[in-house]
């Protein structure tokens, strides 16, 4: 049977492993040229539907801790995110959300405290080199608007991570998802209307069913999965399981869409997947190893 720490890793994996379907879905299923109507449709629906099942508003400094988390891990992360989606190929859009563990460790080690390892720089390092690998082969041109945003999104997730694992939880995940998708939500929605305008054109069955996916799967759920893994594994060690996210989307965009897929990319897959494994699973034969030696002297 899987132990408790496995088995919360797996489940905190479900998140980025289900965000990396966000481009190949807002490509084929989305309307054109709507990125912040996309962010805010996949947000604000799935927060107050979080919200009617939890039913349990801030409190105190949390209204503003929710505004800021909302706005670093929602609000400014989708907006780019969706920019980032329509401007580059699904594989690409994603994989520069490969410096983040690298982002993440060095703020954890300023705010959080947490041990800024060899293991930890050489896990983030290979991360980079293997997302590397997969974004020098990619046969289309790089739009700097959208290597911009996805850079932006990458900074303020990271940010987010780390503020989360700070702040702490005052309630239970699904309740401050809620809180942080609402926050975050509205924030695009004032945002859209000022600069996308509303939407004119009905939706067609697609573009509905699209949002939905979205909303419920890949934000509600995948978010209450996330927040859940940030509140019970060092900040560090999520950032990681983050990576899975543009290897889902590079696979996604091979499989589905015919963007090409080189050995290269390949070797860049096994060593995204490598830097995962060597940063987030812990060595079990030196506990012992001690302990052996314990033994041995007290007898």
């Known amino acids: 049977m899987l132990s408790n720490r496995k088995f919360l890793i797996l489940a905190t994996a479900l998140a980025p492993a289900l965000w990396g379907t966000t481009y190949l879905t807002t490509t084929i299923f989305l309307p054109e040229s709507r990125p912040l109507l996309a962010a805010t449709l996949r947000a604000l629906p799935a927060g107050l539907l979080l919200l009617a099942v939890c039913r349990q508003l801030p409190s105190g400094a949390w209204w503003w801790k929710s505004w800021i988390l909302g706005i670093l891990n929602i609000g400014a992360f989708f907006a780019l995110l969706f920019i980032a989606a329509y401007r580059l190929p699904g594989g690409v859009a994603a994989i520069v959300g490969g410096i983040q563990p690298l982002i993440v460790a060095l703020l954890a080690s300023r ?23 997969i974004t020098l082969q990619a046969q289309a041109r790089l739009d700097a608007i959208g290597v911009a945003a996805a850079l932006g999104g990458t900074l303020s997730m990271a940010t987010g991570i ?6 702490g939880q005052p309630a239970p995940p699904l309740t401050t998802t809620a ?27 697609s573009n509905i069913g699209g949002y939905a996916y979205l909303s419920l799967v890949g934000t509600a759920f995948a978010y209450v999965m ?15 399981l983050g ?12 499989a589905v869409a015919g963007e090409n ?33 314990l033994v041995q002297k007290e007898t």
Request: glycine fraction near 10%.
């Open 179 to 205: 809180w942080q998708l609402i926050t975050g939500g509205l924030s695009l929605l004032v945002v859209m209307v000022l600069f996308e305008g509303l939407p004119l054109a009905a939706l067609t069955q």
């Open 162 to 167: 780390v503020l989360s694992k700070k702040w």
């Open 243 to 254: 990576l899975l996210s543009p290897v889902v989307a590079m696979l996604l965009g091979w």
């Open 111 to 133: 705010l959080l405290h947490e041990r800024l390892t060899t293991r930890v720089m050489v896990a983030g390092f290979t991360g980079v080199l293997g997302v590397g690998l």
């Open 261 to 293: 897929f080189t050995p290269l990319q390949m070797l860049g897959i096994f060593l995204v997947l490598g830097s995962i494994a060597f940063a987030i699973i812990a060595k079990r034969v030196k506990p012992r190893a001690q302990c052996e030696v």
């Open 226 to 240: 996330w927040f859940r893994g940030i509140s019970r594994l060092p900040a560090g060690t999520t950032a990681f």
